[in-house]
């Protein structure tokens, strides 16, 4: 990503936010929502079902914000992003890639695996592509496939997660990358953003805290634990998707597992919860959520949310201020 792409892209947003992509969760309400907040909205293209329904979401998407672009000329608008699951048990990604490129979608976040190809095919027509990644040799990894920035998933991420601090992540990747970092992990306020910022980050990488939002694709049980659960209700297991991540302990519990006794996943499989062990599912059944869920007590609309970050976002830089003088 150029100096001036970097600098379109945060020119472009109202706060120094990407919503992160969510499994079930994130739909085009949702994204429009947060695009016309003035924030990067993103969902999964496995959420478009069937795959052909892609191709309706990302036409709906940017004939909504062309609109609104339109009718508020001067308002900050954000780009949207697609993510890709790069793996071998996403049989649609050829063909949602293809998708993608029709549409020539800005943004492409990718996971699990290294996008060479689909940096090729994005890099083909303009886009960019940033990748998420959990360690440093993961960060080398996708640069060497060409990838325009990095998401950082450090311990209390919500979903899939690292277990390193950002106070240890970003300084480190900063060491040989100076291009655009999100962080990702138990951002839920505006401080928090601005926290990322102060650590050297560039963008804070957001999910948990807009799944209780009325745009969300979420059950109205799911919303209720966000805003009843705490940071001590969150469990970091590989059981359900075969990958490390973190979920809401209520959620396993009703799913009529021992939440401190769970069995290790196998990450060849990447099973999604069916098997043996249970019937239920990561996402539909199992909730994930991240560290930051002490922090959410309301399911307000986007703009609302978003409205709250940026308050406390300049109210945080105004305390810092004062502590400077």
């Given amino acids: 990503m150029t100096p001036a792409q970097k600098n379109a892209l945060l020119d472009s947003l109202a706060l120094p936010v990407l919503a992160a992509p969510m499994f079930i969760v994130s739909g085009p309400e949702l994204v429009i929502a947060q695009c016309k907040a003035g924030i990067v909205g993103s969902f999964p293209a496995l959420n478009a079902r069937p795959a ?193 991540g973190n979920y809401i302990k209520q959620s396993i519990v009703r799913a009529g597992l021992d939440p401190d006794n769970l069995p290790v996943g196998d990450k060849r499989t990447m099973n999604f919860g069916s098997g043996d062990i249970t019937e239920a599912k990561a996402w539909r059944d199992i909730w994930g959520a991240g560290q930051g869920i002490g922090q959410i007590s309301n399911v307000p609309s986007t703009a609302e949310l978003v409205s709250q970050l940026a308050s406390e976002y300049h109210a945080a830089r105004s305390r810092l201020s004062l502590l400077q003088a």
């Fill in 52 to 244: 052909a329904a892609l191709d309706e979401w990302l036409t709906q998407i940017e004939t909504e914000l062309v609109a609104e672009r339109k009718l508020h000329p001067t308002r900050k608008i954000a780009p949207y992003a697609v993510n890709q699951i790069v793996h071998s048990s996403n049989a649609r990604l050829e063909e949602d890639m293809a998708t993608c490129v029709a549409h020539r979608v800005p943004i492409v976040i990718t996971s699990l695996r290294a996008p060479d190809e689909v940096v090729k095919h994005v890099h083909g027509y303009g886009g960019v592509v940033f990748h998420d990644v959990i360690s440093v040799r993961h960060a080398q990894r996708a640069l060497e496939a060409g990838v325009d920035g990095l998401i950082l998933v450090c311990a209390g991420a919500g979903g899939h997660a690292g277990t390193l601090s950002p106070f240890a992540l970003v300084p480190e990747v900063r060491r040989f990358f100076d291009g655009p970092i999100m962080l990702s992990g138990a951002i839920a306020s505006g401080s928090s953003i601005l926290a990322a910022q102060a650590a050297g980050a560039d963008l804070a990488y957001m999910g948990t805290r807009f799944i209780a939002t009325r745009e969300a694709r979420a059950q109205a049980e799911y919303k209720d634990m966000l805003v009843e659960a705490s940071a001590a209700d969150i469990v970091y297991t590989s059981l359900f998707t075969g990958v490390h």
